[in-house]
C-alpha cells in the first residue's frame, strides 16, 4: 500500500504533465494575417460546435481564430 506522501506525489506528477500537455502548440497552419505558423491555443479543448473548432493564435501578429477540431 503507498503512503499518502507517496500517493500525492504521484497524483501532482500526473497533473503537473496534464498541465504541460495543456499549453500552446504549433500546428503548421500558415496564419491568415502574417504566413507565420498558427498555434493552438489550448491543444486539449475542443468546441463543441458543429463541426468541433479549436481555438488558434499568432504569437506574431496576435491573430486570433478557429480551426476544425
Known amino acids: 500500500m503507498k ?3 507517496e500517493f500525492n506525489k504521484n497524483r501532482y506528477e500526473a ?5 504541460k500537455s495543456n499549453m500552446p502548440k ?3 497552419i500558415a496564419c ?9 491555443t489550448n491543444p486539449k479543448i475542443t468546441l463543441t ?3 468541433p473548432k ?6 506574431k501578429c496576435g491573430y486570433s481564430g478557429y480551426r476544425l477540431a
Open 15 to 19: 497533473y503537473d504533465d496534464l498541465q
Open 26 to 28: 504549433a500546428n503548421g
Open 3 to 5: 503512503s499518502l506522501a
Open 49 to 51: 460546435s458543429y463541426p
Open 32 to 40: 491568415p494575417s502574417c504566413g507565420e505558423e498558427l498555434w493552438d
Open 54 to 59: 479549436k481555438n488558434v493564435h499568432c504569437p
